[in-house]
């Protein structure tokens, strides 16, 4: 099977054969400028999800989440907890994309000249926010 995957890298996209063969991956940096998760402070304020995380998963969820595109390679002999960083990493990459939605509905309500009309269009998104 390994010689299989070796000779089958020739036919993947250029970009992720780079990757995956050494080129340092790019890192979007307007996505990293708006990570809405505290990833690299306090322990304390981390989301729940990934409290329990140690260093390097940390650092692999925060390599992770501050990429557009492309894909992050999660590899590590067995019992050093991929499997639970990857599943910290889907919630944090939720909860991500919640906030920057959170943010954007946010920004129309509130754009309203007058706190009347901001008023009423916060209550109307609430209102028909799915729960």
Same mark, same amino acid.
Request: hydrophobic fraction near 40%.
């Given at each position: 099977r390994e010689v299989q995957a070796v000779w089958g890298v020739i036919s993947l &996209?250029?970009?992720v054969r780079e990757e995956l063969l050494g080129k340092k991956p790019e890192l979007d940096v307007e996505m990293g400028s708006e990570r809405t998760l505290p990833l690299r402070g306090e322990r304390q304020k981390l989301p729940p999800c990934l409290a329990e995380l140690n260093a390097s998963q940390l650092q692999a969820v925060d390599a992770a989440c501050g990429r557009a595109e492309g894909f992050a390679l999660v590899w590590g002999p &067995? #019992?050093? #907890?991929?499997?639970?960083? %990857? =599943? /910290? %990493?889907?919630? /944090?990459?939720? %909860?991500? +994309?919640? +906030?920057? =939605?959170h943010r954007a509905i946010e920004n129309i309500v509130l754009s309203a *000249?007058? *706190? *009347?009309? *901001?008023r009423k269009r916060w209550l109307a998104a609430v209102r028909l926010a799915p729960r």
């Open positions: &996209p250029t970009r &067995p #019992g050093t #907890g991929k499997s639970s960083m %990857l =599943l /910290a %990493l889907i919630n /944090a990459l939720h %909860l991500q +994309e919640y +906030e920057r =939605l *000249a007058d *706190a *009347a009309t *901001a």
